[in-house]
């Protein structure tokens, strides 16, 4: 009886290192993409087109980085992509307003509005893309700013996620604030807000990765170089410099690595966040 | 009880509201209409050079050879890429889920990455290690002796590539879900098919899966829907080709509204997606709902 115990304990131990030993080799399958793109960006062209490649730059160089500030428009792209990150805020706040709105107000309307609103996340980017693009044509906002960050400022999805964790907020709490005479504006920049940490903390690093990666919007919208984004800058040095890979992957580094180092030091919130929204 | 005035929640709702309505909801009903016209940019300059065509559109997307080639990509892409991102993402949050140590907590940031990564630079990527000269695989194969694989250029394996990149990056998200889901069953359960001495593989396969059963409907819907519109990969890596071999309905639709500027032709092409994408949603549900009668 006790031997059998025992080697139960033992076939479970082994099937943990077994468990382990795949999870490392798949793993190092995911992380390759990543090491070598951030290895070669520091190689010199000539070592990357060497038919041997190296693992680790022989000579180590900071000239691709250098390349994409000094002629191409990097420093452009960036201030743009910062921009839209900046943009996608004021959209934030927008969602978390209507969420506070469908969980703690009663009103005309608000089941067959806030249907509507879950209707939207249905519609797919592609259908909505052309008649967008008239819409904005129409308004004269082609190839501006205000042209590329309109569209994606609100989703419906944020919204839903608002309100699934505002509804949790006590009336109480809504009704002692607003005896003591504070407006409702105020109740909810004073009180809801800062209830909401943890989604707030979600729906903000999500919002600021997808406003980094923004691509679509800025693709269609901007003619002018002057309005591109990282990612669009990035599909053009693609097109212009297809044989120059170190510069390509320097380009790439400098996309992937700050959204990974964020997301490093956010890690917790992002991944519980699938639990606060409930999805099991 | 009722404080604040009738028209507060409207306030609060109403930037939200109004921004989708003018850029989610609106555009449906124009898509539909300008699918029955022949608008283009000479029509978007004036619109008296629209004019109404009926179903020409649609009758012409359907007899265009490339619209069939990207259906059948798209369908290509929908068969193997949903069974494979189930497959590698529940494998993945089935074995971290078994695992004690601490390390496996880590395992999750790292599988998890991919999917937050900008999907340009990614596709940049991934096209430098396909290269069939400079690039990483080919080199790693020549190791063991391989002889070099055209990635890129043969047509069906350039789409077998482009859904690695895509299986890839779709990894992250739903092994969360699926862990999540995981960690829902009660331990008990387990514990109770241990003592009738179920092995892994019966515990597996009888009290893991079958709880598992909302989590895979609901990833398989959305990993679908995701795979119908396929963008970003082939519009970066490969533009579509070799012979619009890789072209999705999305980048067909992309490439005449924007490159070609047939507005009214691409809003058909992509009325078509949206009801296709409407259908597959729906049969899933009788599916879904046939399935937890029995």
């Known amino acids: ?280 | 009880m009722k404080s604040y005035s009738k028209t507060t929640p409207y306030l609060f709702i109403g930037p939200a509201l109004a921004l989708l309505a003018l850029f989610s909801l609106f555009p449906i009903v124009l898509a539909l209409v300008i699918s029955f016209t022949d608008i283009d940019l000479a029509g978007l300059a004036d619109y008296s050079n629209i004019s109404f065509i009926g179903i020409e559109n649609y009758i012409n997307i359907f007899q265009d050879p490339i619209f069939l080639k990207s259906i059948g990509n798209t369908i290509f892409y929908v068969v193997f890429g949903v069974p494979l991102v189930i497959a590698c993402s529940l494998g993945i949050a089935l074995l971290i889920n078994f695992g004690t140590a601490r390390i496996f907590k880590a395992f999750r940031l790292v599988f998890y990455m991919p999917s937050i990564t900008n999907v340009v630079a990614v596709a940049v990527v991934w096209t430098y290690l396909y290269n069939p000269q400079f690039g990483l695989f080919n080199y790693l194969l020549g190791l063991v002796g391989i002889p070099a694989i055209p990635w890129l250029q043969d047509p069906t394996i350039a789409k077998g590539s482009l859904i690695a990149l895509a299986v890839w990056r779709a990894i992250g998200v739903n092994m969360i879900i699926f862990l999540a889901a995981l960690q829902g069953i009660p331990k008990t359960y387990y514990e109770a098919a241990q003592l009738d001495g179920a092995n892994n593989w019966k515990q597996l396969t009888k009290i893991t899966i079958p709880l598992l059963r909302y989590a895979i409907f609901f990833v398989s819907i959305t990993t679908m829907i995701g795979w119908v519109q396929f963008f970003e990969e082939p519009f970066v890596m490969t533009n579509g080709g070799p012979l619009d071999s890789t072209t999705s309905v999305a980048l067909f639709i992309y490439r005449n509204g924007f490159q070609l500027s047939n507005f009214g032709y691409a809003a058909a092409g992509s009325f078509v997606l949206f009801v296709t994408i409407i259908i597959i949603t729906m049969i899933q549900f009788r599916l879904q709902k046939k399935d937890t009668d029995i």
């Open chain 1, 1 to 280: 009886m006790k031997t059998k115990a025992s080697d139960a304990k033992k076939a479970y131990r082994i099937q943990q290192w077994i468990a382990g030993i795949v999870l490392t080799l798949g793993g190092l399958l995911v992380a390759i993409p990543f090491i070598w793109m951030i290895l070669s960006a520091f190689k010199p062209e000539s070592e990357v087109l060497q038919l041997t490649p190296t693992l680790w730059p022989e000579t180590f160089t900071m000239d691709n980085f250098i390349y994409l500030f000094e002629n191409m428009n990097f420093a452009v792209y960036l201030r743009n992509t910062i921009i839209i990150v900046l943009c996608s805020f004021v959209g934030l706040f927008f969602n978390a307003m209507a969420g506070y709105a469908f969980a703690k107000y009663k009103f005309k309307g608000r089941e067959k509005l806030f249907y509507l609103v879950l209707a939207t996340m249905m519609i797919p980017g592609q259908v909505t893309m052309i008649p967008v693009y008239l819409i904005l044509n129409q308004m004269g906002l082609t190839n501006t700013m205000a042209g590329i960050v309109l569209p994606g400022l609100v989703g419906a999805f944020s919204i839903f996620l608002f309100r699934q964790f505002m509804s949790t907020i006590p009336d109480e709490l809504l009704e002692a604030a607003r005896l003591d005479g504070a407006s409702e504006f105020r109740v909810f920049m004073q009180l809801v807000l800062p209830i909401s940490k943890p989604i707030m903390a979600v729906q903000g690093i999500l919002t600021f990765i997808a406003g980094w990666n923004s691509f679509l919007w800025p693709l269609i919208i901007a003619n002018d170089e002057s309005l591109y984004t990282l990612s669009v800058g990035l599909s053009l040095l693609k097109g212009q410099y297809g044989g120059n890979f170190a510069l390509q992957m320097a380009g790439s580094t400098f996309m992937v690595v700050p959204i990974v180092i964020i997301f490093i030091i956010f890690q917790k919130h992002i991944i519980e966040g699938y639990t606060i929204s409930g999805m099991k």
